[in-house]
Each structure stands twice: as C-alpha cells, then as structure tokens.
C-alpha cells in the first residue's frame, strides 16, 4: 500500500491519554496498597516459613508430615485457585458466619492470607536449604564449646542461615510484588485491577497497560537495587554478587565499579 | 609443678584426669570401637596415631560426647561424660543441658578448624566464655585478646575467619578451645587438612601449650616429630582397641607388637 500504515496496527499510541494516565493520581493508592500487601503478605510468609523449615527436617514424622502435607498442598496447586479459594470458598464452606467476615468480607485481607499462606511453602523450602547449608562442624564446634542446643540455635544456626536464605528471600519479596495482580479477580483495587476499569472506561487498553507495567517496574527496579545492596553487604563471595541492573546501567552507566574490581581495603568499610 | 618433659609424670597414686573403661561403639553392622580403655594422668600429652578406620577420631569424639558410646564408662577429671548408670550397669544418657556443662571443660580442635564465619575472631573465642559461663564482655574480650597474643595472632582479632589463612583459623580455633579453660584439650588430626608450609606454625603453638601451660593434650595426629618431641605416651588404635601404649622413644625404635612396626614402616 503506497498510502498511510493503518492506523490501528502501529502508530495507533495515544501518547496524550498515556501522559495524562502516567501524570493523574489514579494510580497512587494502588502503588501504595500493593506495596503494602507485598511487604505483609511476604513477611508473614518469611515467619511462617522457619517453624515450618525446623519441623520439616525434623525426624519426628509427626512433626514433619503435618508440613510434607502443607506443601504438597500449596505447591501443587495454582496460586490463582488458592486466592479464589479462600476469598470465596471459605464464605461458602463455613456458611459464613460472622467470625469469618473479616476474611469473606474483605477481599484485601482475604488476598494478602492467601498469598501469606502460598509464600510460607515456598519459604519454608528456601529456609530448609538455609538450614542444610550449614557444615555439620559448625554444630560440633558449638557443642564441644559447651553451647546447649537453644544457644547453638540462636547463635550458630539462625544467623548462618539468615545469610544463605537471604537473596532469595529478597527475590520473593520481587515475586511477591507481581504476584499481587492475581488479586484483580478477588475485586482488589490494586494496579492491575485499576488499569482494568480505566481502560474499560476510555478503551485505550495498550496505553494504560503501560502506565500499569511502568509503575509494577518501578516497584521492581526499587527491590531490585535493595537486592543488590543487601547481597553486596551479605555476599560471601564478594567476586559475584549482584552485576548493576538495566535500570542502573541506563541511570547511572557503568561509572561505578563492579564489586570484585575494588581495592581490598574497601571491603565491607563503607 | 616441674617441667621435666621427658619422661610421663611419675606413677603416683593420683587418679587419672580421662579415665577411659572398656569403650564400645558401633555404627550399625560396624564395630568401631571394642573395648578401649586408656587413661590419661594430669598434664600428659598423649598421641594417638593408626591406620584410617581404626576408631581413633571416634574415640576422641566420644571423650566429650560428640559421640554416643554403647559401652563402658568415660570419666573426664572424675565424672561421667554423657551418661549415668541405671539399674543393672544400663548407660542412661544425660539431658543435652547436663552434657553441654561437661563439654565445657573439655577443649577440642578439629581437622577442619569449624571457626565460625559470621563472626570475627574475636568474637569466635568470646562467644562460649559470654554465653556458656557467663563471663562479662569486657573480662571476655580481655582475656581473648591475651590468647590471641600467645598463638601469635593480635592483630587478626577484628578479622573474619575466610581472611585467614589455614593455619591462622587453627591457631584462633585453640585460642577459641583455651578460652574456656579447659582441663584437657582433644586435637583431632589438627594439621591434616594444612598446607604443608603451614603445619609448623599449628605444632608450634600446641607445643608451648604443652611445655609451657602444661595443658593435659591427647592428639590423633600423624605428625611424628610433634610425637617424639612433646608427647609422654604414643598410642597405636587398629581395629578399634589399643594396640600399643609406649613412651615415644619406645613406640618409635623399638615397638613391642609387629602391627605397630607394620603401620611405623609405612608413615617414616
């Protein structure tokens, strides 16, 4: 075709109706209620998952085939069908009575127990192989020092595995972040839930879908520097910690040296 | 006290500081240990040297109860380590409380140093004396920084145990044993896991421990010149027993079982 390209194929963005969706207050709520909901529902999940870790490599069978069970349960079925489970299946399989209102009722409280709940089985595995990363002669050392199970716990067993959960804690807390789109279907006002009524409104479906994915990026970026920060600080091999993002590299360039080109000395001095 | 190192102290009638009885231990089908006995006076080095599998490393980790025997009785300066006696001989083992205050008089040194790595070395040797026996922070770090001072190390204490070398962390794992004040200390194959260049600074410091503190040491290790130099008995372990119990000059030029002359040949 010698004329012009079709406009609904290419040059059909609304650069105006992006603008104005990315510059307007509609999505300032959302942004602050999923960051809430993120930090809740994975920190609660961080909680749960290291009774849950001591208990699964416990030997006592009845101590761990009540977690066997849990996460056969919670990581054998979608995320999406626990929300929808709790939200509303719990209403109906209980008759709903008044003591589960705050859950049936309320679907922000019922969204963030079922993301809490989903969380703790996927931290209850990265905190077990926190706890089998330990060398057995930490565990020797202690108790040839005279430390009672409860000190060795405290003082050898929970700091080294601290250390070795902690990047991928901080990459759910990432995951945690996208993971609370799902809540769209509970009728949770968050981001992607926002975008959806807007764009129902205006019908510019492909600009305000950028407005939402700029700001779940801007959520992700952030963890993602603290990620890097935290993995700089707690890395025990410095040499790989984490390389600068595509979001600093466009920032900032690549002015600031990677952590293995620092001069010795600089080593955790900062 | 003398510091004659030569001979083992004179046979008084003082009673033995580890008092081993007839030690028995099995892992499943294996027997390890079949009835190991050997006592060990106050301020004696012993060396206990062998063949791989021979029960010496179990031996000394069931002399603070690191592991369970099945058999027998193990007294450390007088009292059972790990288990009392029921009704009819039966070893009943004591609460994890009771065992870890055993523990804490005996010092022990491993092959792999087990610093541990989250904390400076400082804070490695202050940890069991704060925690443990309940000495305060300042006495606590007083008295880690003179023993860092005798293993030669005063300005590794604000370090962390991966900036040291192999010989440094086991230098800082004894300081970390001796700050307890231990009534013996347990080495266990203490320069095996060394670089060659790095045992002599290890045996060096075990050695003004025994002549000059003379810290009661019993040693599995292979290092023969440490044997010959600083211990008053060699023993050999094969197939779980006690082969041959002598004084070093003894253990080494004229051994009295052909098994002992056997595993000499192969390590001189």
């Known amino acids: ?270 | 006290m003398d510091t004659d190192t030569g001979a083992a102290p004179a046979g008084t009638n003082e009673a033995p500081l580890v008092h081993a009885v007839d030690v028995c231990k099995r892992f499943h089908q294996l027997e390890v240990l079949k009835g190991v006995n050997m006592d060990v006076m106050r301020g004696e080095v012993v060396v206990i040297m062998g063949p791989s599998g021979g029960g010496k490393s179990t031996f000394l980790r069931c002399l603070n109860h690191l592991e369970k025997i099945d058999r027998g009785t193990i007294e450390v300066n007088g009292h059972p380590i790990g288990y009392r006696r029921g009704s009819g001989d039966k070893l009943i083992e004591e609460s994890a409380g009771v065992v870890a205050r055993q523990r804490a008089d005996i010092g022990m040194v491993f092959q792999r140093f087990n610093l541990f790595p989250h904390m400076k070395v400082i804070d490695n040797i202050m940890l069991a004396p704060m925690n443990v026996r309940g000495v305060s922070r300042a006495a606590a770090r007083r008295r880690a920084l003179e023993l860092l001072e005798s293993v030669g190390l005063p300005q590794k204490a604000d370090e962390y145990p991966s900036r040291l070398s192999g010989g440094q962390q086991q230098r800082v794992a004894i300081a970390r044993a001796l700050a307890m004040d231990p009534k013996v200390m347990l080495f266990d194959e203490p320069t095996s896991a060394l670089d060659p260049e790095l045992v002599g600074e290890v045996l060096e410091t075990m050695k003004r421990l025994a002549l000059e503190n003379h810290m009661t040491m019993v040693c599995v290790t292979h290092e023969v010149g440490f044997a010959r130099e600083v211990a008053d008995r060699a023993i050999l372990m094969d197939g779980g027993v006690v082969v041959e119990d002598a004084p070093p000059e003894r253990f080494f030029s004229q051994p009295e079982h052909a098994r002992t002359r056997q595993f000499l040949s192969k390590i001189l």
């Open chain 1, 1 to 270: 075709m010698t004329g012009s390209i079709h406009p609904g194929v290419l040059m059909d963005f609304q650069f105006p109706v992006f603008f104005n969706a990315l510059n307007s207050d509609l999505f300032f709520v959302p942004v602050l209620l999923v960051i809430a909901i993120t930090l809740i529902a994975q920190t609660a999940g961080v909680i749960l998952g290291f009774p849950m870790a001591l208990a699964r490599i416990s030997k006592n069978p009845l101590v761990h085939w009540p977690v066997d069970l849990y996460l056969f349960i919670f990581r054998g079925t979608p995320l999406l069908l626990q929300i929808l489970f709790i939200s509303d299946g719990t209403a109906e399989f209980f008759n709903n009575p008044p003591l589960l209102y705050p859950i049936t009722r309320n679907p922000v409280v019922a969204g963030t127990l079922a993301l809490a709940l989903n969380e703790a089985a996927y931290m209850t595995e990265i905190i077990r192989s926190g706890l089998q990363a330990i060398d057995p002669g930490q565990y020797d050392a202690a108790r040839a020092l005279g430390m009672t199970p409860w000190q060795l716990t405290r003082k050898i067993v929970i700091p080294q595995t601290l250390r070795v959960s902690l990047p991928p804690t901080v990459n759910e807390y990432i995951n945690m972040s996208k993971n609370t789109s799902l809540l769209t279907v509970i009728a949770v006002t968050e981001i992607l839930a926002t975008a959806e009524r807007q764009y129902q409104a205006n019908f510019r479906v492909f600009e305000i879908l950028s407005v939402a994915a700029i700001w779940y990026l801007l959520i992700t970026t952030i963890l993602t520097q603290l990620q890097a920060r935290i993995e700089r600080r707690f890395g025990e091999r410095q040499d790989i910690a984490a390389q600068p993002g595509f979001a600093t590299r466009m920032l900032v360039g690549f002015r600031r040296p990677r952590p293995h080109e620092e001069p010795p000395e600089d080593i955790g001095g900062h």
